[in-house]
């Protein structure tokens, strides 16, 4: 079981993902996701990159692609 108070950082690393491979795919800096898994606040448009890049679809209720 992976324990993390963020949900961005426990959803990464359940999937395997890592954080340099998350900022790619989502289009941010890899300074720009540590702060988010830091728990500071970002733009609306970096919180839906995050959220399409990770696989969920932000219009519906948790569905996956």
Same mark, same amino acid.
């Given at each position: 079981n992976i324990s993390s108070d963020n949900p961005v950082r426990a959803v990464r690393e359940r999937l395997m993902i890592s954080k340099? &491979?998350?900022? #790619?795919?989502?289009?941010?800096? /890899?300074?720009?996701?540590?702060?988010? &898994?830091?728990? #500071?606040?970002?733009?609306?448009? /970096?919180?839906?990159?995050?959220?399409?890049a990770l696989g969920f679809n932000p219009w519906l209720n948790s569905e996956r692609r």
């Open positions: 340099s &491979e998350l900022a #790619r795919m989502a289009g941010v800096s /890899t300074i720009t996701l540590g702060r988010i &898994e830091e728990g #500071r606040p970002c733009r609306l448009d /970096t919180k839906r990159r995050l959220v399409k």
